[in-house]
């Protein structure tokens, strides 16, 4: 496929900004987060078992969007079936209570590559996540987030 091509087809799968996301109370702090698409996620606190807490959420989306985001270009160097694993694991700061240090750690087999070869794979791959990674662009914006909004269910 043609790069024009490649971006065609995206732009048809991209989700619009407006799309909706939503989550629902299902007990004691634990929620289902929805997508229109019909895409749903368990959220709850640690102790609920086989949940994603919403700071894990934060992480998984931080490593989806840097692996997405360079997915092409190591595709291209490394073929389509290439396997990555990516890792988001920096402490919470318990004191104040957010991530202050967000890394994201690529396992990935580059041994066939020299060293130039390497470096410039992993050059293209973060000037890539740097452009196209919302998740990790937002959070280094730091993002205005207004107070809840609450109003009745119609």
Known sequence: MSETTDQITDAAVTPSPTDPLWVERNGVRTYT??????????????SAGAVFTPGELL???LAACA????????????GDDYATTIRVE????MTEDLYPTLTEKFEIDLSMLDDAERAKLLTIAQRAIDKACTVGRTLKAG???PPAEFSQPE
């Open 33 to 46: 987060g929805f997508s229109a698409r019909g895409a749903r996620v368990e959220i709850g606190p640690a």
């Open 59 to 61: 992480k998984i989306a």
């Open 67 to 78: 692996g997405m985001s360079s997915d092409r270009a190591f595709a291209r160097r490394l």
């Open 90 to 93: 920096d402490p919470k700061d």
């Open 143 to 145: 993002p205005d987030i």
